[in-house]
């Protein structure tokens, strides 16, 4: 009992750490070529050279919708051009009056976990020195997060040394994430979540890096006929029948058309079945075969094996049932219940 005890604490501690913020400590740093965090650099006067300015540390699903800074140029040379690599309107001048980025209507998210947010052009002329960043005049260290669309703060890791050492930020800026799954979670039931049996919900938690076309859960009752009210995804097709892989059973939601992939967003699928409960495995499936639960998979609760049951491994499905079998006291209907995976 004190084991279990301790695991739900866990438990509870880890569901928070999702919901929470998850970017302690966004870090924004100057790399002369990303993703290599090349910050000193050595060109002869009068050639050019590009700088980026980078974030990372964005956490589970953290993005860049929103950002400010001002660059402190202490080398000789030009800026020739300055452009923002979120997509979207940007306002003011990196050097003068500061300079704001934006994604537009769209989320920026990390490639290799950082965001290349923008890129500037110097012509180096002859005098060594660095490139620093600081806080925006305005809207300071702010960022504006793609998931929860509030404001988040960068720290400052490292400038640029041009023919010289670069210069190192704020003492306390590293990256303490927590660790973060792809999971299908089927718990806490009751307080506001339905109870299973009779309704079944699975809620899945995607990171940016794993996009998925399909969700599959194995379950032990073949009868389609016993499940009703499946929620779906938009673009996606709900299951119309209970696909048997190998010996398996399976339940599968998918986008066909890869048109809606499940990317940074939680989504909870959900049936009805009368059944009693067991434990099942559940996938989540890249495009190159969606609707196939073994099949391009990108996540599954055998990579979870690590977490609890009903939070991250397995799930809760329906049991089958057997055939009627007769008795001295008439005909009852045993329920199978599967044991391991």
Not at 2 to 8: K, M, P
Not at 237 to 256: A, D, F, K, M, Y
Not at 298 to 313: E, K, M, Q, T
Request: glycine share 10%; aromatic share 12%; proline share 9%.
């Amino acid at each position: 009992m004190t084991r279990q005890l301790v695991l739900l604490a866990g438990v509870l501690v880890f569901a928070g750490q999702l919901s929470a913020s998850q970017n302690p400590h966004i870090r924004v740093y100057l790399d002369a070529g990303p993703p290599n965090l090349i910050s000193e650099i050595h060109p002869l006067p009068g050639t050019t050279f590009d700088v980026y300015v980078c974030f990372d540390c964005l956490g589970r699903c953290g993005g860049v919708m929103r950002a400010g800074f001002l660059l402190d140029r202490t080398f000789s040379g030009l800026k020739t051009a300055q452009v923002n690599l979120l997509g979207g309107p940007d306002f003011g001048d990196a050097e003068v009056d500061g300079w704001t980025i934006t994604s537009g209507p769209d989320c920026a998210y990390p490639a290799d976990d950082v965001v290349l947010a923008a890129r500037l052009t110097y012509l180096y002329l002859a005098e060594p020195g660095n490139l620093d960043v600081l806080p925006h005049p305005e809207s300071g260290r702010h960022v504006e997060d793609c998931e929860s669309n509030e404001d988040d703060e960068y720290c400052f890791l490292v400038g640029l040394g041009v023919c010289t050492a670069p210069h190192f930020g704020q003492d306390y800026c590293d990256c303490n994430l927590p660790p973060y799954w792809r999971v299908a979670r089927c718990e806490p039931q009751g307080g506001g979540n339905p109870v299973h049996p009779p309704t079944y919900w699975y809620d899945v938690d995607n990171a940016y890096d794993a996009v998925a076309y399909g969700f599959h859960v194995r379950v032990f009752d073949p009868d389609i006929t016993d499940y009703s009210a499946f929620s779906v995804p938009s673009g996606w097709i709900g299951p119309e029948t209970v696909s048997q892989v190998g010996n398996e059973l399976w339940l599968s939601w998918c986008n066909p058309e890869l048109d809606s992939p499940l990317v940074c967003s939680d989504f909870r699928f959900e049936f009805s079945n009368a059944n009693p409960s067991t434990w099942g495995h559940w996938t989540l499936t890249g495009p190159s075969d969606p609707c196939h639960p073994r099949s391009a998979v990108v996540a599954a609760s055998w990579f979870n094996y690590d977490l609890p049951d009903g939070w991250g491994y397995r799930v809760h499905v329906p049991a089958s049932s057997s055939p009627a079998v007769g008795t001295s006291w008439g005909s009852v209907k045993a329920l199978y219940r599967p044991q391991g995976p």
